[in-house]
């Protein structure tokens, strides 16, 4: 990776200014305590009050702290305003960021609405953040009118944080737009160790990378925030863990957590996952959470909490966390952490001017199972058609003929993926032998893959590299085709497609029907194509030489986090999810490729 | 209060609301927190003794000629899928640009109900031209909801008309989504019923029994109970919930 080395400077800026300080009332906190944090399972409540420790004396020894706790439950006993968390109890939580987008943002206001009154304001204009992201670029009306019904109630309720787009012809002249939400959290500094945020959208697990409580919500729990700032959680009856749900949903604790979590008393629902050893270089975060689902497939994490950890862990940047955590709620999980450190404090350095803490997990603290990975012996891996847990080997897969390569997303969309994916497209100096698209995921990464020089280049940048590999022009920012979306969504899996491939180049028709009508009706198809005379030629030539293959569905190796069928769109689509680099080396192929053949 | 005594009246045959756990929880409730005073619509519509409450479009409200007067019975055909059906097959993302909370909006949803399932499944769960599914029961295999945290795939299954899914186990969210919104009960089955049922089968959901017939093969299943949980989409949602136990003030 480009930009993978670590700062050895151990000193983070935690808190730049006073007022922000006063705010959050721990006054006392010094950078020494904060750093003692890491050692000691002292809550905040009682922390700032008393005198940093002279000595690592474990928790047990303190006789504050009765019961070890994990990451995940230390940030929810803080945000609950508890010295810790008592088994049975039902917590109110401190919400200390909402991010809602334009697909769920106007059903969430809408509730707000109409159960807190017309007039009803939001708790706390500073603390909800509102990204268009998803259908941004589209000439669908209903898309563009819930990006205006966003911006009225930004613009009623004086919210700070709106990062809108208005002129759709060029996002450019947008200074305020970022793009995907998840990414731009990260990128605008909301996103901060020990807090817990919330959002519309499953991937909000993705901020868990920064050492926080992140996870997504439905249009109705966010309703009730944006009026309460606050949710209420369960702390479910087995011993030290909490399995909480939001709001009244306490009720729920027999039918939510009483199966999952309570068969056994004792263990707590998170599930900790070590990974040592170096990482190759040909390996990227994708691979490790694509391994991890395969094992424990996509329901495994179910009510659970996933905290990753390792030497190798350790050894990631700030996006490969994010890409760690971003897929964690394939399987099933509640929430992913990894806990803070010196990477995580030198990436919020000029990000963010709010005070926060860090909490770790106590050596005491038990999990519900425990994985360890060696990654050093780990080989690039792909997704399968139709499930995110359908694991394989890249190499095992070498015989996939593949359609398109697509490159964006939260999972796959950030700056590091672009240049790994610079980085095969250099190593090879060949072209694509199929379409690929670029999509990055915020305007911030779109300057990045036009300006940032890729290392080993002599200093050309990812898109002077996309261009001579003959990569499509990189899109503007947003959720794209990752989760389909209205028809004119930029590299959207429409239909399935006919094709030729006339030496370099391949040409492709798309057609307006059905695969299975395409089968049944063959003159039809004929008569629906006649108007184009060289897409006729081409069908035609096609289906006499192979009919299976005119007919083929589109296959595509993606970078993003679901293949279901329908995801990007075509619900008979094949998609690979796969690691940039993957990605990359198979959109050099045209066959699902593992990259080794080209880093090494 | 009207509210306190039509709950009264609608969890006697459910569990019974948790009222120790209410007091407590008034008294937790924050002082931000800004009720409107107006009735809400559930209280009403409980007021007046009816059971179709149309304003509000719920799983309760949806079933009103073969559902029993509180809820505990459903009866009609049954639609089979798989394990891992995500929210993509419940409701591709390209119909999010319907806002549920908007009521036309709210039946178009139903409309898309399961449009994503992939052409192995053969029977349409919503007839062409028609707005409304026939299947009132949707039996699944694992995970059922996996995927996005969309609030709209519950909502467009009980916009079609579903009153519930039974299913081996849910995705969280989506279970969740379910119950705050109130438009269907994630019901959980003993064993993997979508093997023993096939779509079409007609099937009736004793809730009180926990309880799944199918009177086309005439065999009779288990189910786990709902729990707390059913009162509460019995009510049409925590908000409606909250509001007639008398955990948030009733809107009036």
Redesign the interface.
């Known amino acids: 990776m480009a930009s993978s080395a670590i700062s050895a400077t151990p000193t983070p800026s935690f808190i730049a200014n006073q007022k922000d300080l006063g705010r959050f009332g721990f006054s006392s906190t010094s950078q020494f305590s904060i750093h003692k944090c890491k050692k000691s399972a002292i809550p905040m409540k009682i922390m700032s009050v008393m005198t940093p420790q002279q000595s690592d004396r474990r928790p047990a020894t303190t006789g504050s702290v009765k019961t070890a706790l994990t990451l995940t439950e230390k940030i929810l006993a803080r945000a609950s305003e508890k010295p810790q968390l008592s088994p049975g109890e039902?917590v109110?939580v401190n919400v200390d960021i909402l991010m809602t987008h334009d697909?769920?943002g106007?059903?969430s206001?809408?509730?707000f609405k109409?159960?807190?009154?017309e007039n009803?304001k939001v708790?706390d204009r500073e603390k909800l953040v509102i990204i268009p992201d998803?259908?941004i670029f589209t000439s669908?009306e209903?898309?563009n009118?819930?990006v205006d019904?966003l911006r009225d109630f930004c613009t009623e309720q004086n919210i700070k944080y709106f990062y809108d787009i208005k002129d759709l012809s060029n996002f450019k002249v947008n200074p305020d737009y970022k793009g995907v939400c998840h990414i731009a959290l990260a990128q605008e500094g909301h996103c901060r160790p020990g807090e817990v945020l919330l959002g519309?959208?499953?991937h909000?697990c993705t901020a868990g990378a920064f050492g926080q409580f992140a996870t997504?919500?439905?249009?109705?729990?966010a309703g009730?925030v944006l009026?309460?700032?606050?949710l209420l959680l369960k702390v479910c009856s087995c011993s030290c863990s909490c399995s909480f749900?939001?709001?009244?949903?306490?009720?729920?604790?027999?039918?939510?957590t009483?199966?999952l979590s309570c068969r056994d008393p004792r263990v707590p629902p998170t599930l900790r996952f070590v990974m040592d050893g170096e990482m190759p270089d040909y390996l990227l975060a994708k691979d490790l959470i694509l391994q991890i689902i395969g094992e424990i497939s996509?329901?495994g994490a179910?009510?659970k909490a996933m905290e990753f950890t390792g030497t190798t862990v350790e050894s990631l940047t700030m996006e490969e966390r994010m890409t760690l955590c971003n897929m964690v709620?394939e399987a099933?999980g509640?929430n992913g952490v990894v806990p803070a450190d010196s990477t995580t404090f030198k990436y919020l350095e000029d990000k963010t001017s709010i005070g926060y803490e860090p909490v770790y997990s106590d050596a005491k603290a038990s999990f519900l199972s425990e994985y360890r990975f060696d990654v050093s012996k780990l080989e690039p891996l792909v997704a399968k058609p139709?499930?995110p847990d359908n694991r394989a080997l890249a190499r095992e897969c070498k015989d996939v003929k593949i359609d398109r390569v697509y490159i964006g997303s939260c999972t796959g969309g950030k700056t590091e993926d672009f240049l790994a994916a610079a980085k095969v497209f250099l190593a090879s100096g060949k072209k694509v032998k199929v379409p690929t698209f670029l999509v990055p995921a915020t305007q911030k990464v779109w300057m990045d893959v036009y300006a940032l020089p890729v290392p080993g280049s002599g200093g050309k940048t990812c898109s002077q590299i996309f261009e001579e590999a003959g990569c499509d022009t990189p899109a503007s920012p947003s959720c794209g085709a990752c989760?389909?979306?209205?028809?004119d969504t930029y590299a959207r899996m429409n239909e399935p497609m006919a094709k030729l491939w006339t030496n370099e180049r391949w040409s492709m028709i798309t057609y307006n029907t059905d695969?299975?009508l395409l089968k049944s009706y063959l003159p039809f198809f004929m008569i629906n194509v006649v108007n184009d005379n060289y897409g006729y030629l081409i069908c035609l030539l096609s289906i006499l030489i192979n009919s299976s293959d005119a007919l083929a569905l589109q296959v595509c190796v993606s970078t993003t986090n679901?293949n279901?069928?329908?995801?990007m769109?075509h619900?008979?689509g094949q998609i690979y999810l796969a690691s940039p680099y993957t990605a990359a080396a198979s959109a050099l192929t045209g066959y699902v490729t593992d990259p080794r053949e080209f880093l090494q | 209060m009207a509210a306190a005594s039509i709950s009264l009246s609608h969890n006697s045959i459910l569990t019974p609301p948790p009222i120790p756990k209410t007091k407590t929880f008034l008294g937790v409730l924050p002082n931000s927190i800004k009720f409107p005073v107006t009735t809400s619509r559930a209280a009403a519509a409980a007021i007046t003794s009816s059971r179709a409450i149309s304003v509000v479009p719920r799983a309760t409200s949806v079933d009103s000629g073969s559902t029993s007067e509180a809820g505990s019975t459903f009866h009609g055909l049954c639609y089979v899928v798989g394990d891992n059906i995500d929210t993509d097959q419940i409701i591709p993302a390209e119909y999010l640009t319907l806002v549920p909370s908007k009521p036309d909006e709210y039946e178009k949803l139903g409309s898309y109900a399961l449009i994503g399932l992939p052409a192995n499944y053969t029977t349409r769960f919503i007839d062409l031209n028609e707005m409304k599914t026939k299947y009132k029961i949707v039996i699944a295999g694992e995970n059922f909801g996996c995927g996005s945290s969309r609030e709209h795939a519950p909502v467009a299954l009980g916009a079609s008309g579903v009153a519930t899914v039974v299913a081996e186990s849910y995705a969280r969210i989506f279970f969740r989504n379910s119950v705050a919104t109130g438009e269907i009960y994630p019901l959980e089955s003993e064993g993997r019923l979508c093997d023993e049922c096939n779509t079409g089968d007609v099937v009736t959901i004793e809730m009180d029994e926990s309880r799944l017939i199918n009177h086309t093969t005439g065999k009779e299943y288990k189910l786990k109970p709902i729990g707390d949980a059913g009162p509460v989409i019995q009510a049409g949602g925590i908000f409606a919930y909250a509001r007639s136990t008398g955990m948030i003030p009733a809107q009036n």
């Open positions: 039902n109110w697909v769920c106007p059903g206001i809408g509730i109409k159960e807190f009154g009803a708790w998803h259908y669908d209903r898309a009118r819930n019904i519309t959208d499953s909000t997504g919500i439905g249009n109705t729990d009730f009026g309460a700032g606050k749900f939001f709001f009244f949903f306490f009720l729920f604790c027999y039918s939510e009483g199966i996509v329901s179910t009510y709620v099933g509640k139709h499930s989760l389909g979306g209205p028809k695969s299975r679901r279901f069928p329908g995801r769109g619900r008979e």
